[in-house]
């Protein structure tokens, strides 16, 4: 009998079902997963999930039966914030063993960023960890520098500099170059920018204790598109691609910025300041400015952006926003292929008015619970009056999927990656 805990895949079905729409089996070597027809890869998550659960610290997958897919399945429902490892992959003629290192190698930086502790992912330290993260990859073909504190307006990135300035944590915005080609002046093929803030208390529109718990995993869309940029550098990318990182922590302060402040972004738009916890939307208004200023004609973003979008798809689902409707419905199926879920949520250009102010341009959201009606779709459009081309060639993801809050049948509590390899795809096919 092995000493190794062996997971072994089956198409017949089991004599008995143990935990929850999980259909396991176990014998003197380990546990075998009964196969449906339904919902198979989730299913495969939720064994994955279960046998964790008992406190299995390692396990051997083993048969023919596995692919790639299902390998993955298995290991997103297995590990945990305790525990980033402890599966070892089959090799058989259906499996990938290159790809799966790859899509473990970029998970696993991603869910270390997002779980951890705002005392250890701060901005700064946020930006220094990505920019190592994606330089180690590629060394000779990584550049970036990172604009810290009041030397943000020097550069007029007012937002990032507002919803920052009243931690002793200095707010930074990480502008990263990928340069694979070797020409200093080829064209940048795609930006990505990510909301970057390491710890949201809603400042003065101070959030409950707890919805304020969870919120080191709100520089989740930063870990999101840097590990997508990651996992398409191993997949083979050619392409230039800039990456924004846009970090704060969103404090209180005798600094902090306030109810009623108006902002004046370097585009000219005056914002007025009526909910300090819609702070998303203003600093990843510069990286989207930043973004627009490369000339890039693919821009993508993702953040953590609106419990609107949570409400609308649920947990399971990361929604799309988009001016440009051909490249939203592209992207929604290259996260079906990458076998992630996302749904396009409604932005017309008629929703950059949506939060009007007698005082300004605009105001960040409207003085409603939860911004109002259409919430997510409202700060969609205020950020589509930051990007270029009218939003052709721009995508936005609020990142409903990327966390959990508590463990359920299919995740463990914390980050899940979704998001990830929809950045890397598009990346792949669009940039």
Known sequence: MSNQFIVRLSEDAAQSHWGQGAPL???????????????TLKNIQKAGRAISAQGIKAVQLAGDTWCTESQWAFYQGYVNPK???????????????????????????ARSMINGTADDIYPESLAEKAAEFIQSLAPEHVSYQIIKGDALLEHQWVGIHAV????????????????PTGDANAPVSAALVGKGITF????????????????KCDMGGAATVTAG????????????????????ENLISGGAYKLGDILTYKNGTTVEIVNTDAEGR????????????????????????????????????????????DLSQEVEGFAADEFEAAWPLPLEKWHQQ????????????RAQKGGGFGGASNAAGFLSRFVPNDG??????????????????????????????????TLLEKA
């Not at 931690?167 to 502008?175: F, G, N, Q, T, Y």
């Not at 949506?354 to 959201?365: F, G, L």
């Not at 409903?400 to 950045?423: H, I, K, P």
């Open 25 to 39: 089996s176990f014998d003197q070597q380990g546990a075998i997963i009964h196969l449906s027809q339904e919902e």
């Open 83 to 109: 525990q980033l490892d402890g599966v070892t992959f089959v090799e058989n003629a259906q499996s990938d063993l290159s790809e799966l290192a790859r899509l473990q190698q970029a998970a696993t930086w």
């Open 164 to 179: 920052g300035r009243g931690s002793d944590r200095k707010p930074v915005l990480l502008e990263l170059d990928y340069n």
């Open 200 to 215: 949201d208390s809603g400042g003065y529109s101070i959030k409950p204790s707890e919805g304020m718990l969870g919120m």
């Open 229 to 248: 940029l990651a996992l398409a550098i191993s997949r083979g990318i050619e392409k230039r691609i800039k990456l924004f990182l846009c970090c704060a």
């Open 282 to 325: 203003l600093v990843l208004a510069d990286g989207l400015m930043a973004a627009g200023e490369t000339g890039a004609p693919l821009i993508i973003d993702a953040a953590t952006l609106t419990g609107a979008a949570l409400m609308a798809v649920g947990t399971q689902y990361n929604a799309l926003f988009a001016l440009d409707k």
């Open 354 to 365: 949506q939060c009007p102010s007698p005082y300004a341009d605009t105001a960040n959201s």
């Open 392 to 425: 052709q060639g721009w995508v936005h993801i609020d990142l409903a999927a990327c966390f959990q809050n508590n463990a359920g049948s299919q995740w463990a509590a914390g980050a899940t990656t979704m998001g990830m390899r929809t950045v890397a795809r």
